[in-house]
């Protein structure tokens, strides 16, 4: 339902997005990860029709966001990256005026208004004006606004920012129960978030795409993803690493430690050669031939935060501000 | 659906002014001001004519500082607080919301113009004024107020500071005054010749206004009145989009 082709923005002579392709389907939840300034929010930015972009196209639903942005916006739910909102309004009002806006009248205003006022757990404030808010209320006052219409296509720059963890989880399965009907891209900084509801995710490294799949198989691209380590205790270490270093499949054993009797060691798969989880039984099966004690032995999984680190490199520059 | 945005739009603006405090402050200032020109600065009773004359002439000077005041918010308000760029992501096209947002301002200027109805009161109790003159010159403080206004909404786009907005949309109305001041073209007159002195009055809202005063409704007032608001609103609308393209 979104389509994103070479899309590109230069600020001046910078450019923040540089060549971004991809496409998000009905049912699922696109997790959008980079660094700050990496150009995700430009990104989303340009998708929902607030800055034009300096090439390449977005289209929402088949309507391309340039030539026929009515009918684009009309089909988007967008969560600004600050949560903006006229705070001199009630949260009531507010939500009144959004849903307005689009196209909602009558009794389809109220019952629109009164499921997101459900679904974002605003029942307590609605008659407070939003400047006297805490911030976890002026956001979720905000993503009701964006949720209200029951769009097609959702549109959430960081909606996790600045909420408490009950609220955090509250949002995330939120985001998962409307995934199932919906396209949703949403960026986080956190992510054990992209975990828990993407099914789906990019990452985004100076304007350009550096990975993009499940979060399984971003996991796997970590270095010690299906690394199997062990304590044993008893065989010399150097024999051990000799042994194992000679196992088909294995691409590097590393000492962690060693204190005689003991070593822990760490055996990691040539992914090229294996499905990069087989390795246990392998190992396994090694000690057992060769006599060793086994005292731990478990299977590494990947993790995202090293993926990342390692794939990513660290801006210092600030995030442009847009208008 | 185009107008039903605007209308949306239009209103929530409407609304905004009288949730805040800034509403109730314009009127009653606008309202102490507006009686102490006409009576004291101009000389109501002193004239000894049943006309609003002592009133419309102060209007250009008070619209000069007062229109800034509700017009500096209209859109360094929305880029202060982001919500821009919530309102622009809405199925509205930006034109609609500029328009709508001007129009809203316009409108409260409207209902604090219609606030001064007891001058017309007391001016037709005193005596038998022509209620026609009386009615083009409102009418043409509404356009006036309107173009200061659209100026207003210009400078407002182009920073999001309010303070910054007011100072430059006062600078730029006062010279839509100055050119047609009489001090000012009897200066110009001095070297310039008459062609010169005529056409630059004619870039004055004062030159167009006078008509109106004197109950004329002259076509080409209107359009000078038009051209400018459309002129204004059109070149916030450049602003905006530039601000956006980055």
């Given at each position: 339902m979104i389509k994103v082709q070479n899309l590109s923005k230069w600020f001046g002579p910078k450019k923040a997005v540089d060549g971004i392709s991809f496409e998000v389907v009905k049912g699922e939840v696109l997790g959008f990860l980079g660094p700050n300034g990496a150009g995700k929010s430009t990104t989303m930015r340009m998708i929902t029709g607030f800055i034009p972009p300096t090439a390449g196209t977005a289209s929402v639903c088949g309507f391309d966001i340039v030539d026929n942005p009515i009918e684009a916006k009309r089909r988007i739910g967008y969560l600004p990256e600050a949560a903006p909102s006229y705070h001199e309004m009630t949260v009531f009002a507010f939500l009144n005026f959004a849903a307005e806006m689009r196209g909602l009248r009558g009794d389809?205003?109220?019952?629109?208004?009164?499921?997101?006022?459900?679904?974002?757990?605003?029942?307590?404030?609605?008659?407070?004006?939003?400047?006297t808010l805490s911030k976890g209320f002026k956001h979720r006052t905000c993503l009701a606004q964006s949720i209200l219409h029951d769009p097609e296509v959702l549109i959430l720059d960081e909606?996790?920012?600045?909420?408490?963890p009950n609220q955090k989880h509250e949002v995330?399965?939120?985001?998962?129960?409307?995934?199932?009907?919906?396209?949703?891209i949403f960026s986080t900084h956190i992510l054990e978030e992209v975990e828990a509801a993407c099914t789906r995710a990019i990452i985004i490294d100076r304007g350009r795409i550096v990975a993009n799949g499940t979060p399984q198989?971003?996991?796997d691209r970590a270095d010690n993803a299906g690394a199997v380590s062990m304590v044993l205790d008893g065989p010399a270490t150097d024999q051990v690493q000799a042994r194992l270093g000679a196992l088909a499949g294995v691409r590097k054993v590393e000492v962690l430690e060693s204190q005689p009797p003991h070593s822990f060691v760490r055996v990691y798969p040539d992914k090229a050669a294996t499905d990069g989880y087989a390795l246990a039984g392998a190992v396994a099966e090694l000690a057992v031939r060769e006599g060793w004690k086994i005292e731990q032995l478990h299977t590494e999984e990947g993790k995202l935060d090293d993926v990342f680190r390692s794939i990513t490199l660290p801006d210092t520059q600030p995030e442009r501000q847009v208008a | 659906m185009n107008s039903t945005v605007i209308k949306t739009i239009a209103t929530r603006e409407l609304a905004a002014y009288f949730e805040s405090p800034v509403a109730?402050?314009?009127?009653?200032?606008?309202?102490?001001?507006a009686g102490f020109f006409t009576f004291s600065l101009g000389g109501f009773f002193e004239l000894g004519e049943a006309s609003l004359n002592a009133f419309f002439n102060w209007m250009p000077w008070l619209f000069?500082?007062?229109?800034?005041?509700?017009?500096?918010r209209l859109w360094s308000e929305e880029r202060r607080q982001g919500t821009m760029e919530l309102l622009l992501t809405m199925p509205v096209a930006t034109w609609q919301a500029i328009v709508a947002k001007f129009v809203a301002s316009w409108l409260f200027l409207a209902i604090a113009l219609l606030l001064t109805f007891p001058l017309v009161i007391t001016v037709n109790w005193l005596g038998d004024p022509d209620n026609g003159v009386i009615l083009a010159g409102y009418v043409g403080c509404f356009l006036l107020a309107g173009a200061f206004l659209s100026v207003a909404c210009f400078t407002s786009a182009l920073t999001r500071n309010q303070v910054i907005a007011f100072i430059l949309a006062?600078?730029?109305c006062l010279l839509l005054i100055l050119c047609g001041f009489t001090p000012v073209t009897s200066l110009l007159a001095r070297w310039a010749p008459q062609a010169l002195v005529e056409t630059v009055a004619a870039f004055s809202v004062l030159t167009h206004f006078e008509g109106f005063q004197k109950g004329v409704l002259d076509s080409r007032d209107l359009i000078f009145f038009f051209s400018i608001m459309a002129f204004a609103l059109f070149t916030t609308g450049v602003v905006i989009r530039s601000h956006r393209a980055g």
């Open positions: 389809a205003r109220r019952k629109a208004v009164g499921q997101a006022v459900e679904s974002c757990s605003l029942q307590g404030v609605l008659s407070q004006t939003i400047e909606p996790t920012d600045g909420l408490d995330r399965s939120l985001i998962r129960r409307m995934g199932t009907d919906k396209a949703i198989e971003l996991k | 109730y402050v314009f009127l009653v200032v606008f309202l102490l001001l000069l500082f007062l229109v800034p005041a509700v017009g500096m006062l600078v730029l």
